[in-house]
Nanobody, 116 residues
């Protein structure tokens, strides 16, 4: 089993930046992909970005050029650097860890609010 703890959310003005962190514990050697998803009120949870253990990254189109995902395997941590934030980025952001077998675990979520 893998446990995930997110941090770094908060309130920021449009155009500002935030950095989210997600620390994994438990059976961490089973983790292949780590990623960030978000869910806005009344909307489905959607992929923001994910990164494989070897460093292959994928971004959803709406965050390309603004968000950067990175991973420190030694610290069992995945980061999401969010720049040029927009009001439409407001959501609860969840960390997800997917094993090589295809099983996955979610963090508890961290709120990101972009508002003036």
């Amino acid at each position: 089993q893998v446990q995930l703890v997110e941090s770094g959310g908060g309130l920021v003005q449009p155009g500002g930046s935030l950095r989210l962190s997600c620390v994994a514990s438990g059976t961490i050697n089973s983790i292949n992909v780590m990623g960030w998803y978000r869910q806005a009120p009344g909307k489905q949870r959607e992929l923001v970005a994910h990164i494989t253990r070897l460093g292959t990254v994928t971004y959803t189109d709406s965050v390309k050029g603004r968000f950067t995902i990175s991973r420190d395997n030694a610290k069992n941590t995945v980061y999401l650097q969010m720049n040029s934030l927009k009001p439409e980025d407001t959501a609860v952001y969840y960390c997800k860890a997917e094993s090589y077998r295809g099983t996955y675990n979610w963090g508890q979520g961290t709120q990101v609010t972009v508002s003036s």
